[in-house]
């Protein structure tokens, strides 16, 4: 069993938390979501404000070491929120100097690029994005998922299957 944690703001795309969260909980991992604050969190849809989470912990009281695997959700409101806060910033860092995976879909590598993650990597992200991703350096694919050096990246909630999947192989 390992220990995985969502990193999120308000506005993440509702299935890309929610897949990953009830996929890794089913397959018997410990999955904590943390957030700028504890307390409930929103996505943000088509139609508005979705499904909301429980986020049991502060980012700046994370700590990649009480962790095997971090999953950045995308959406464009929760990656743009959490590329300003410097916390979050530092806690990918972490889980990426611990050599331990690190996982963004959709948007959610502009927290790589921010990171500085990026630069040497192949990887894929939400069409919008990608610009971004390869002047930061990257690789840039358009690929479900693609998995380089502990850094796992995905387009787009069609994606989800794979992205999960590529976690999962990861914390094997």
């Given at each position: 069993?390992?220990?995985?944690?969502?990193?999120?703001?308000?506005?993440?795309?509702?299935?890309?938390?929610?897949v990953?969260?009830?996929t890794?909980?089913?397959?018997?991992?410990?999955?904590?979501?943390a957030?700028?604050?504890?307390?409930?969190?929103?996505?943000?849809?088509?139609?508005?404000?979705?499904?909301?989470v429980?986020a049991?912990?502060?980012?700046?009281?994370?700590?990649?070491?009480a962790?095997?695997?971090?999953?950045?959700?995308?959406?464009?409101?929760?990656?743009?929120?959490?590329?300003?806060?410097e916390?979050?910033?530092?806690?990918?860092?972490?889980?990426?100097?611990?050599?331990?995976?690190?996982a963004?879909?959709?948007?959610?590598?502009?927290?790589?690029?921010?990171?500085?993650?990026?630069?040497?990597?192949?990887?894929?992200?939400?069409?919008?994005?990608?610009?971004?991703?390869?002047?930061?350096?990257?690789?840039?694919?358009?690929?479900?998922?693609v998995?380089?050096?502990g850094?796992i990246?995905?387009?787009?909630?069609?994606?989800?299957?794979?992205?999960?999947?590529?976690?999962?192989?990861?914390?094997a």
């Amino acid at each position: 069993m390992a220990r995985v944690l969502i990193m999120a703001s308000d506005g993440f795309e509702q299935s890309e938390l929610f897949v990953p969260l009830e996929t890794l909980k089913a397959a018997g991992h410990e999955v904590a979501v943390a957030a700028p604050e504890t307390g409930e969190i929103r996505a943000w849809g088509k139609d508005g404000w979705g499904k909301a989470v429980q986020a049991t912990a502060t980012i700046g009281a994370a700590e990649a070491g009480a962790h095997d695997a971090l999953v950045l959700p995308g959406g464009v409101i929760n990656p743009d929120t959490l590329r300003q806060d410097e916390k979050a910033i530092g806690l990918i860092r972490g889980f990426a100097e611990a050599g331990k995976p690190v996982a963004a879909i959709c948007h959610a590598p502009w927290l790589l690029v921010e990171a500085g993650l990026a630069q040497g990597r192949r990887m894929t992200g939400y069409g919008s994005i990608r610009t971004d991703l390869r002047n930061a350096g990257a690789e840039v694919v358009d690929e479900a998922v693609v998995a380089d050096r502990g850094v796992i990246t995905s387009r787009d909630p069609g994606d989800l299957k794979a992205f999960v999947g590529a976690i999962e192989e990861a914390l094997a």
